[in-house]
């Protein structure tokens, strides 16, 4: 298993080893880790490594000098560029010493609030989920975990001095950070030293393989916080309520009576986009008997960032006496520390996984729930900049498996149907296939195995290790809770069927709730404000390949902060109700809008009556094979809204000049989707 440090060594190794060969050693795993990253954090990897290797400058001779002193020959290892994965945490240094374990973090010229609040939350994740840390500081004679913040350049104005122990939640940690600079970090390691309560050893090997253990106060505040918040509230409509109870209901039976027997299974929950398989999801996880051992994991990153700043945002904005914490053991005064780390039910998959040819030990998570799961990839394929050494689901059921060798595993299967938004998704096939191979049961209903993607359907519903479930399939879309018909109108349009779109919009119509289109971005933006009221949201969207909606002021490879640009309010220019940033259909999926103002680009047009896909390459339009992919990135930007959307189509460059804005393609498209029922916007 790779080391989650980037380097490690004892105190002898590390002054015996130059500057360059530790730089060259954390510039390698820097390399190799900016490998698992997705493609669109290339530029940010390659900007945080450059800058590793020039704080390595200024930090390894810091360390040299205090671990040459007195104080520090009673430091035994040295870690640097802890990566905590599962927290999403990466530690500059970490120094395990007989009672102390010291976690030290570097900064430039200036000590803030928000760098004393970072070493904390280290400090602290170390305590609550880092198993071995955790064990070795119970008792009175327990190790104790001290934060210390030392400037690389200039003088801290003091001496660091000791705060203290226990005078917050957590009575293994310092009250509050060391503050040291070049010449007073030996003093501060002196400090910590001489008020540490034992010489308790700490083995570097048990430290660095420790497994992701939540502590039981941990678990109970993160219960407790979010039984103060209704994840379905994040949706904000009509939920089709009982479909939603019976389907967790049914779940949570399977889970136990599988867990019961000890066995390893797949439960399948599929559902058409917005029918609400995420909230059963986090319903598994957020509540009930097995909330304990589950964990929420998703490759949608921005769904975790979305649903993450909500629920700290609906804590704070709580009055402290209307939150319980007295069973939680945790003091009200340590409520953002608990918050911040209550999180962790809900996870991304790099972090929770790590690579996915290592078992990484974990004491959660015995019912993963895996969202998009139809969204795996074959052996070969290149995921996160790796090639899969067998296919992706093959690897998750054998890792839980590795995982939990005894009492049993269950992975709950969220299955979305035409979603799939990028090359090589293999769909729930790969799950079935997985099974078979694994030897795993599995239940699914009748309505999932209808699903187009399911091959020899008859051969899985007589499987002697299926089980039936009356429940696994959500069919009421939630997202146009007042017309269903919206679902069927995207799916006809991007089947060329105008005929079938159009009868879908007759009923639409009927409601006086339309589909619009325009070639005014600004009668677009007008329309979708006046829609708006009070908290309700509007948003512009596109296709992660409108390169061209550029020429309109559109960037859809900005990627805004999804987080503020779904919760901030209307006077915040980072909201969606500004309508100034657009989000594309990776940064959206799993999320929803009231109204949407839907940009479309000349990405996906007609040709000769049927979609064709292309991708700006340069200065030139190229063909793109993958046009299931291009139309169900569409099927995303279309099913989004709530409650009403129009369409943008520019009209392209009137002088003819810009080939990338062919006023033909754009004019396919206005003109297809007026066929298709559309209802130009007269202002």
Request: a negative charge; aromatic letters at 8%; one cysteine or more.
């Amino acid at each position: 298993m790779t080391s989650p440090a980037w380097y490690f060594g004892t105190r002898e190794e590390f002054l015996a080893t130059s500057n360059d060969s530790i730089a060259d050693q954390l510039a390698g795993r820097a390399a190799s880790e900016n490998l698992e990253i997705e493609s669109y954090q290339n530029q940010e990897w390659r900007s945080s490594i450059d800058l590793l290797q020039k704080a390595l400058d200024e930090r390894v001779p810091i360390l040299r000098m205090a671990l040459q002193s007195s104080h520090g020959k009673l430091v035994r290892h040295v870690i640097l560029e802890f990566d905590f994965r599962r927290r999403g945490l990466r530690m500059d240094c970490v120094l395990l010493a007989d009672g102390v374990l010291f976690v030290v973090e570097f900064k430039r010229t200036k000590l803030q609030a928000a760098d004393r609040d970072q070493a904390m939350t280290y400090a602290i994740n170390l305590l609550e989920f880092h198993g071995v840390t955790q064990s070795l500081s119970q008792g009175q004679d327990g190790i104790i975990v001290v934060p210390v913040l030392t400037l690389t350049e200039g003088r801290v104005p003091r001496k660091p001095n000791w705060p203290g122990l226990g005078d917050h939640s957590w009575n293994a940690a310092a009250n509050r950070p060391l503050e040291s600079d070049a010449h007073s970090l030996v003093e501060a390691l002196g400090i910590a030293f001489e008020n540490r309560r034992s010489d308790r050893r700490i083995d570097l090997a048990d430290w660095l393989n420790s497994p992701f253990r939540p502590s039981s106060s941990i678990l109970d505040a993160t219960l407790s916080l979010y039984g103060n918040h209704d994840v379905s509230a994040i949706s904000e409509h009509a939920v089709p309520a009982e479909a939603i109870s019976a389907s967790v209901s049914e779940l949570r039976d399977v889970i136990d009576a599988v867990l019961n027997e000890e066995g390893y299974h797949v439960v399948f929950l599929s559902g058409a986009p917005g029918a609400g398989k995420t909230l059963v999801g986090l319903e598994l996880v957020l509540r009930g008997s097995r909330a304990g051992e589950s964990v929420f994991v998703t490759g949608n990153a921005p769904l975790v960032e979305v649903l993450n700043k909500a629920l700290a945002q609906s804590f704070r904005k709580q009055s402290r006496s209307s939150v319980s914490w007295a069973h939680t053991g945790y003091r009200k005064e340590d409520a953002r520390f608990v918050t911040s780390a209550a999180n962790y039910k809900i996870v991304k998959a790099h972090h929770f996984l790590g690579k996915r040819t290592e078992n990484h030990r974990q004491e959660d998570g015995r019912v993963l729930v895996f969202d998009e799961a139809q969204r795996t990839y074959e052996k070969g394929k290149i995921v996160l900049r790796e090639k899969l050494p067998d296919h992706e689901a093959d690897l998750i059921l054998e890792t839980q498996k590795n995982a939990y060798p005894e009492g049993g595993a269950v992975v709950v299967a969220l299955i979305g149907h035409n979603q799939a938004i990028n090359g090589g998704e293999m769909g729930i096939q790969a799950w079935l296939d997985a099974i078979e191979r694994k030897g795993w049961s599995f239940s699914i209903s009748d309505l999932t195995l209808e699903l187009a993607e399911i091959k020899d359907s008859s051969r899985w519903a007589e499987h002697k290790r299926r089980w039936p479930l009356e429940n696994g399939h959500l069919r009421q879309s939630m997202r146009y809770y007042r017309n269903a018909e919206v679902e069927q109108w995207a799916g006809c349009v991007l089947e060329g069927d105008a005929s079938g779109a159009c009868s879908a919009t007759t009923k639409l119509n009927q409601g006086s709730d339309c589909i619009w289109i325009t070639r005014s971005l600004s009668s677009a933006r007008n329309w979708a404000k006046k829609q708006t009221v009070g908290t309700q949201r509007c948003g512009l969207i596109a296709s992660g390949q409108a390169r061209r909606l550029a020429a309109e002021g559109l960037f859809v490879e900005l990627k805004p902060s999804i987080a503020d640009w779904m919760l901030a309010p209307s006077s915040d220019v980072r909201s969606s109700n500004a309508l100034e940033a657009v989000q594309n259909q990776f940064q959206v999926q799993g999320l929803e809008l009231d109204f949407c103002v839907v940009c479309w680009d000349i990405d996906l047009r007609r040709e000769d009556g049927k979609w064709k896909a292309y991708k700006l390459n340069g200065s030139k339009w190229q063909k793109d094979s993958l046009l299931d992919v291009a139309r169900n990135s569409y099927r995303v930007l279309l099913t989004r809204a709530r409650k009403g959307m129009i369409i943008f189509v520019p009209q392209g460059d009137l002088n003819g000049e810009d080939e990338t804005r062919n006023v033909e393609f754009y004019d396919g498209v206005w003109k297809f989707l007026l066929e298709c029922g559309a209802k130009e916007l007269v202002t």
